[in-house]
Nanobody, 114 residues
Framework: RVLLAESGGDSVQAGGSLRLSCAAA????????MSWYHQSPGKERENIASIATDGSDSYLDSVKGRFTMSQDYDKNTVYLQMNNLTVGDTGMYYCKCEGLYGYWGQGTLVVVSN
């Protein structure tokens, strides 16, 4: 059963923007922090953005000022607005409900080219 579904990945030119979405299944509600992870080809998955249960957000330094994570409670969806994309942002993007029994989405692919 798919609990989280990412979408919005695409191929873009460097300097462009994308908005990724992560929609939870209808009866699924994450009660912990929600996060976005990035996995570059051949590298480990890395936490790049999180929203805590109090609504505060945090970012990896490499994306701070370029990426913004937000949450729409009515739509049970989190977003990742990505601006000024670079080739280094290429890879798979996953959302995750954190916690002891955390769960992942299947990922969406972003390709940034010069």
């Amino acid at each position: 059963r798919v609990l989280l579904a990412e979408s919005g990945g695409d191929s873009v030119q460097a300097g462009g923007s994308l908005r990724l979405s992560c929609a939870a299944a209808k009866d699924v509600h994450c009660r912990n922090d929600m996060s976005w992870y990035h996995q570059s080809p051949g590298k480990e998955r890395e936490n790049i953005a999180s929203i805590a249960t109090d609504g505060s957000d945090s970012y990896l330094d490499s994306v701070k000022g370029r990426f913004t994570m937000s949450q729409d409670y009515d739509k049970n969806t989190v977003y990742l607005q990505m601006n000024n994309l670079t080739v280094g942002d290429t890879g798979m993007y996953y959302c995750k409900c954190e916690g002891l029994y955390g769960y992942w989405g299947q990922g969406t692919l972003v390709v940034v080219s010069n």
